[in-house]
């Protein structure tokens, strides 16, 4: 029977807190843990994650071949399939693994946070009708209008050369928009010639989609600014306009992680492998396998970030027709960041890949791969909350490298299942209450609305504030919503 | 739950389903009418679409890993052909293979975007009158 953790107000002795909004499971837990799980969280968080698998998932990914110092549950960890969601583990190279399980089928899932020069009330008559106009011009479910369908040649190049691509062969941006998007939008270890034909003909009309679930566009204003040197470098100011993209590699992701999984689940019964949970099927990283999906997770994240760039192509277009050619008008993106994917980073002089699933990278002031205006303040972290709620602006600090491998949370994470939700809340009276409280609703399914109301996540305020205790990232700029946008 | 029949169980943010079969083909077809109901988010239409049936001939290496691929391919063909697949018929299932018929149409609103079936707790129990099993989607 699989031993469980209690987490009460008095720690069990094997569940500690080691510093502020930080604890750790010791390994002797269970025989088969190489390092400690760390979780960042405070008490209540720690409560609810003990509520599903979450805990005992995290146990597990402390199993990874290779891993390196802690694997780390993030203060939104929830249960996922294998790995929980919101978790982070390193793994040491040449040979450590690779799981395709612990960055989840949404490769590059992740947030663009665009920025505008325009104040919220002085657009604030034109707020439906761009939002009206975003989901015109936005394909969603199975809609075959307005689609972008790429060649078989210009897929190659998008998986190949991402972002770069798209901005200087397709047009559809600026030199300015490759400095503010975390790996410049590309990642050279792709190769297009590692993803599948089948997960080429899901993807060759999917970009510049949202896809489904808590996949949304979100118009939004600045409601409040906690640190005034951090906004002022990112360009944020109180009661700015501002545009929140959150979306990721839709089918072409989707296909490459079940290709991966099928592939490492094969070569491991090959080997005579049985591993606790399929899911966490994983392969060396040095090894065939781990190269491929390697090689593959590189170019469907390289989509993912084209993703993203074909839909602050579709806003700008949005915004200059409904507000005109005006400067202020035209939105400039503040930062792009993944929160599911696998990166070669270096802790200790010691190369490892880095997995993130449902966590963000956050990079302290000084780090190389910052742009020039984000040095003095390190970089930007986006935590959007559920609909209708706030979502969080941060500033990666130098600590997190010690702490959480450079890492933060991604959301505020589910705490209540779609089913329950649904029971629970009425889709329509909670479009209305979106409404009633100012925020302009586009969503064509109103059981979807109800998966994703605010009571099924867990309370972003108290997320954020976790992170910030910890010492990962501080809090910059509090922003509300004005429009949602699913798709 | 009687055999032939499929039910919804609670995930914190998945979604999980139990199922039941006669027999394994069966139970696959119940996975598939399963993925279309997440799918669509309401209950099947009787009359199967009228269009050409596709055809799906699959092979792996154990019977769990057939049913993962098997809503996988399901899932993969709704993204590419943009439909849901609500008459599924499996003809053959034995060896590690599987030959089905499918057919299926494109409804106005998607409820659910399926992003693929997982291994996570899969387990194909035979029991004496029936086959269980419960798997998780990533929604």
């Avoid at chain 1, 949970?277 to 994240?301: T, V």
């Avoid at chain 1, 209305?432 to 998966?451: D, F, M, R, T, W």
């Avoid at chain 2, 389903?17 to 069966?26: K, N």
Wanted: with cysteine; glycine share 10%.
């Amino acid at each position: 029977m699989e031993p469980t953790i209690e987490v009460q107000s008095r720690l069990t002795p094997l569940l500690r807190q080691i510093g502020p909004g930080l604890y750790e499971l010791d390994p002797s837990f269970r025989e088969d843990m190489r390092v400690p799980a760390r979780i960042v969280a405070d008490e209540e968080l720690l409560r609810q994650m003990s509520r599903d698998r979450s805990l005992i998932q995290l146990v597990n990914v402390t199993t990874l071949p290779g891993i390196q110092g802690f694997a780390i549950g993030m203060p939104d960890m929830h249960e996922g399939y294998g790995f929980p969601v919101g978790g982070v583990a390193g793994t040491l190279l040449p040979d450590g693994a690779i799981s395709p399980g612990g960055i989840g089928f949404d490769i590059n899932c992740g947030v663009r946070l665009l920025s505008t020069g325009l104040h919220h009330e002085a657009v604030k008559e034109a707020v439906p009708a761009l939002a009206h106009d975003l989901a015109r011009s936005i394909p969603t479910g199975f809609g075959r209008h307005g689609r972008l369908a790429l060649s078989p040649e210009q897929l190659d190049r998008v998986l190949d050369e991402g972002v770069p691509y798209v901005v200087r062969v397709l047009g559809l941006g600026t030199g300015e928009d490759l400095t503010r998007i975390e790996a410049g939008g590309h990642l050279p270890g792709a190769d297009a010639g590692k993803v599948t034909v089948r997960a080429r003909e899901r993807g060759h009309d999917q970009l510049g989609t949202l896809g489904g679930g808590n996949h949304f566009i979100e118009l939004q204003r600045v409601e409040r600014i906690y640190d005034t040197e951090a906004a002022a470098a990112f360009g944020l100011f109180e009661g700015q306009l501002t545009i929140l993209i959150h979306t990721g590699s839709r089918g072409l992701g989707h296909q490459v992680c079940t290709d991966s999984v099928r592939e490492m689940d094969r070569a491991l019964a090959r080997e005579g492998l049985r591993l606790v949970d399929r899911q966490l099927a994983c392969a060396p990283f040095s090894s065939p396998e781990g190269q491929d999906y390697y090689a593959a997770m590189c170019a469907a994240a390289n989509f993912a970030w084209s993703n993203r760039q074909v839909l602050t192509h579709r806003v700008r277009e949005v915004f200059s027709r409904r507000l005109g050619p005006q400067a202020e008008a035209w939105p400039r993106i503040i930062y792009d960041v993944a929160h599911n994917i696998a990166k070669v980073e270096t802790y200790g002089g010691q190369s490892l890949c880095i997995h993130r699933k449902g966590a963000t990278r956050a990079f302290g002031p000084g780090n190389p791969e910052l742009p020039e205006a984000y040095q003095q303040v390190g970089q930007p972290v986006f935590i959007p909350g559920s609909m209708g709620t706030a979502s969080f602006v941060l500033a990666g600090r130098s600590e997190s490298q010690a702490v959480s491998f450079s890492s933060a949370c991604h959301g505020a994470g589910r705490q209540m299942s779609r089913a329950t939700a649904k029971h629970q809340v009425v889709g329509a009276e909670l479009r209305k209450a979106l409404n009633a409280q100012g925020i302009v609703v586009e969503c064509p399914s109103n059981a979807e609305l109800a998966e994703e109301a605010p009571t099924a996540y867990k309370d972003v305020d108290r997320v954020v504030d976790a992170v910030d205790t910890a010492g990962i990232a501080r809090k910059v700029a509090r922003l509300v919503p004005l429009a949602v946008l699913k798709g | 739950m009687e055999p032939g029949a499929y039910q919804f169980e609670p995930h914190t943010s998945e979604v999980q389903i139990r199922l039941e079969g006669s027999s394994l083909p069966e139970l696959f077809e119940e996975a598939g009418y399963a993925l279309a109901e997440v799918m669509l988010g309401e209950e099947l239409p009787e009359t199967p679409p009228d269009v050409d049936q596709e055809y799906i001939t699959l092979e792996a290496a154990d019977t769990e890993a057939l049913l993962v691929d098997w809503l996988n391919e399901l899932i993969s063909r709704a993204d590419m052909r943009k439909c849901v697949y609500t008459h599924l018929v499996v003809d053959d299932l034995a060896g590690g293979k599987l030959r089905a018929r499918i057919r299926g149409y494109t409804p106005s609103v998607l409820k659910t975007a399926v992003k693929a079936a997982t291994f996570h707790g899969l387990e194909i129990r035979e029991h004496e009158d029936r086959f269980t099993a419960t798997v998780v989607l990533d929604v």
